[in-house]
């Protein structure tokens, strides 16, 4: 009989003030791009590209900064920064068991 | 997780603020390693060139390495030269058409191991070109090799223990030596390691071509970048590995700027505190052009 | 075109003045367009780069005192890459340096010229082989003395564009040194293309920017031909530029004896033939004007004489020349090397064997098939095999 567990869900509002485009397939999945993101918004795929590299994904938060663009060796990125911030609600499920 | 669609334009108004690649890259394809960081200072001299409006004076004279490839994607008119002997051709270019924006791309083993000779007298001269060097302390193309600029301990494939001082000697730091020559006017050394570290690197490359073309004298780009296939480490860790070994050895600054000369010891203590400084900006939204 | 009628002409029409060979090759390039040298000092070459050190700059160009010979051609290269008529020069031994960049020079499809002042004519090998790597062949003019060499520094630079190729001007330390009244009045040529593959910059950043280089490779979206095809393509330029060939020849008519030589010796070799012949010996000459493209031809043609029993190759060196004799008379004829090593001690200029009479004695003995004469003082040098070598 398998435990009872308590799940919480909460929504989180988060304002990105830019976005990227990620050409994936031209990534070489050398994840230099992923910390040089100063609020942490990109992470490695699990799919791979048709060359069988991972590739960046986006979250929101984006800053429209261009760190990520300065540090990518293959021209994969194109940045952005909105007019006016855009707000994402993200829904967070976290479980414990009791 | 939430996942943003970034395969194409946002369709809320927005602002590009930075293109795919310079418009004087022909393609974004090229055949360099995952994580290598030669195309990371190729793009900040491109994007530089086209800042300032002067691509249709500019003529590139291309050294031999990895990035020799670049001589067929960059959109500019160029010199193929032999290994070493780019600072040579460069000068007969721009003696000859005064007028232009003259620079050289070449290696660390290219400039530093073949070419010391040319690039050092080029400098003495004076000749108002601006030699720009990739320095990732290998020779890449053939496989990993130990170059004159490659630091004590580091693991090549012809120093597989590690440079010993004793047996291959010590490094040579080429921009204090090139500092030192009344003919250069502007010598400094960057990096690709961080975002922070590309945007100085690019300001660099602006100082070294706005001189070269007010005819001030030689001028001189050093920038170090990573090499995890010649280094045998993981992509991600290219970064890092280079802080560790070249980065604590060849160090970023302005060697020569305006008559005044530094040299690398003095240039050590202000990185930290510059470095912060971009992180900071980085942080808050974008590094100031 | 025959080089003796021209300078006569020329002679008639212009004054003469009385200069120095070095002297007259350098304004002979510049009266070509040449408006960029760079060279390093070398004994017999020095006084060529003094003179357009001097001369350059006032004609509006630059002449630059490279540290050393290496960077010397690559200077030239990139004054070549922007359309330029450039060149470089040295002795030798300075071009042995040069070697690596005269081959990707020729691959890159650039119209050098190159001076050699030579010392003696051992350098024969180098200048039509090429002491570089790959398959290429630079156009080489030898000139016998001042008056042809100036003719012979406008044709490389003409020849030179024409065929987007190195030519090397061949002399040596006589026709540096030796001062004779010449005209370095300009030569007319036929005109040429424009040098639509030179860089300047205008091309950057229009999407058709231009590539000087020796790999097969181009721009993205232009067609390249990749290192074979490039290696391909310059090879099948060699046997288009063989109609080149220039020979002058005298006395094969009924020769007995014909001695092929080049350059300075080339006219005291003729001066002794015709001393012979007027002491009734049928001995006739054959003087190489390009020794690449090697007359063959004439060669063959002399060889082939009703009469000619004998060929011999006079130059100063250890026998160069007289391989590529063999070659031209193909078998016609016994084919003798009848030359010297000949410097002075220094190991600079004209040795013992640059002497009329004693290159008179060697064709005779030639002719009259007898043994050789020792040259004089040179058996204390001569190489003895040791035991452990037989």
């Known amino acids: 009989m398998s435990e009872p567990t308590v799940s919480t869900v909460s929504t989180v509002s988060i304002k990105s003030r830019g976005t990227v485009t990620i050409d994936a397939e031209h990534c070489k999945g050398c994840d230099l791009c992923i910390p040089a993101c100063p609020p942490h918004v990109l992470a490695m795929s699990t799919a791979v590209n048709h060359m069988g590299y991972r590739y960046p994904q986006l979250s929101p938060g984006c800053t429209g900064c261009g760190a990520c663009l300065y540090v990518c060796p293959d021209f994969v990125f194109e940045v952005y920064r909105f007019e006016q911030p855009v707000v994402t609600e993200v829904t967070e499920v976290s479980g414990a068991k009791q | 997780m939430t996942i943003i669609d970034t395969s194409s334009a946002p369709t809320v108004p927005a602002r590009k603020v930075e293109a795919l690649k310079p418009d004087l890259l022909l393609t974004q394809e090229h055949h360099m390693c995952p994580g290598c960081g030669e195309p990371l200072a190729v793009r900040q001299f491109l994007e530089t060139i086209e800042e300032l409006g002067v691509a249709t004076r500019t003529i590139a004279v291309a050294g031999i390495g990895c990035y020799t490839s670049f001589s067929g994607s960059m959109d500019l008119d160029l010199v193929q030269a032999l290994h070493g002997r780019a600072p040579s051709v460069a000068t007969g270019v721009k003696r000859m058409l005064p007028d232009s924006l003259v620079f050289t791309l070449q290696g660390d083993g290219d400039m530093v191991n073949e070419g010391l000779q040319e690039v050092l007298h080029t400098a003495a001269r004076g000749e108002k070109v601006t030699c720009i060097l990739l320095n990732n302390g290998v020779f890449g193309e053939t496989g990993g090799h130990m170059t004159a600029t490659s630091v004590i301990g580091q693991r090549t494939k012809n120093s597989l223990d590690g440079r010993d001082a004793e047996y291959h000697g010590y490094p040579i730091l080429i921009g204090d030596l090139i500092a030192q020559l009344q003919g250069a006017s502007y010598v400094a050394r960057g990096s690709v390691h961080n975002a922070g570290s590309v945007a100085r690197t690019r300001k660099m490359f602006k100082r070294a071509f706005e001189s070269q073309l007010r005819g001030e004298g030689f001028t001189f780009v050093e920038v170090l970048t990573m090499c995890p296939t010649g280094w045998f480490v993981p992509t991600a860790d290219g970064p890092s590995y280079m802080q560790e070994t070249l980065g604590e050895v060849h160090i970023m600054g302005e060697l020569k700027t305006d008559g005044r000369v530094r040299t690398t010891e003095e240039l050590h203590a202000e990185n930290v505190a510059k470095q912060r400084e971009l992180d900071e900006q980085l942080a808050r939204g974008g590094i100031e052009k | 075109m025959s080089a003796t009628t021209s300078t006569d002409e020329r002679d008639k029409r212009d004054e003469r003045v009385l200069m120095e060979g070095s002297e007259a090759l350098a304004r002979a390039a510049i009266v070509s367009g040449c408006r960029f040298f760079a060279g390093y000092p070398m004994t017999p070459f020095t006084e060529v780069l003094e003179h357009f050190a001097r001369l350059l700059p006032e004609a509006g160009g630059v002449c630059i005192n490279a540290e050393s010979e290496l960077e010397a051609v690559g200077m030239a290269w990139g004054a070549l890459s922007t359309g330029a008529r450039a060149a470089t020069g040295s002795t030798g031994q300075g071009l042995s340096l040069m070697q690596e960049s005269f081959s990707e020079i020729t691959l890159a ?233 000949s410097t002075d001690h220094s190991g600079f200029g004209v040795g013992r064997i640059l002497d009329v009479e004693l290159i008179a004695d060697r064709i005779l003995a030639l002719h009259e098939d007898r043994e050789l004469p020792l040259i004089p003082g040179y058996e204390q040098y001569s190489y003895q095999i040791q035991e452990h070598q037989k």
Not at chain 3, 160 to 170: I, Q
Not at chain 3, 241 to 253: I, L
Request: charged share 20%.
């Open chain 3, 109 to 341: 499809e650039l119209p050098l010229v190159i001076f050699n002042m030579a010392r003696g004519q051992q350098d024969y090998f180098q200048a039509t082989r090429g002491g570089g790597h790959g398959d290429y062949r630079h156009i080489v003019l030898a000139p016998q003395d001042v008056r042809e060499g100036v003719e012979h520094v406008q044709l490389a630079f003409h020849l030179a564009d024409k065929w987007r190729n190195p030519v090397l001007v061949y002399g040596d330390y006589l026709l540096a040194h030796t001062q004779e009244a010449i005209s370095i009045a300009p030569i007319t040529f036929p005109e040429l293309p424009e040098k639509d593959w030179a860089v300047d910059g205008s091309s950057s950043g229009s999407g058709a920017s231009r590539a000087v280089t020796s790999l097969g490779v181009s721009k993205v979206g232009q067609p390249a031909m990749g290192q074979e095809g490039k290696a391909q393509y310059i090879a099948t330029k060699i046997p288009l530029m063989e109609r080149e060939v220039r020979v002058e020849q005298g006395f094969c008519d009924d020769a007995e004896t014909v001695v092929v030589a080049f350059g300075s010796p080339a006219k005291f070799v003729k001066y002794a033939i015709s001393q012979l012949r007027e002491a009734g010996h049928r001995i006739g000459y054959v003087r190489p004007i390009t020794l690449w493209p090697f007359p063959y031809a004439a060669v063959a043609a002399a060889a082939a004489g009703p009469d000619v029993r004998r060929v011999g190759s006079f130059e100063l060196s250890a026998g160069q020349l007289v391989e590529d004799v063999r070659i031209g008379v193909g078998g016609r004829a016994p084919v003798t090397f009848i030359g010297g090593v």
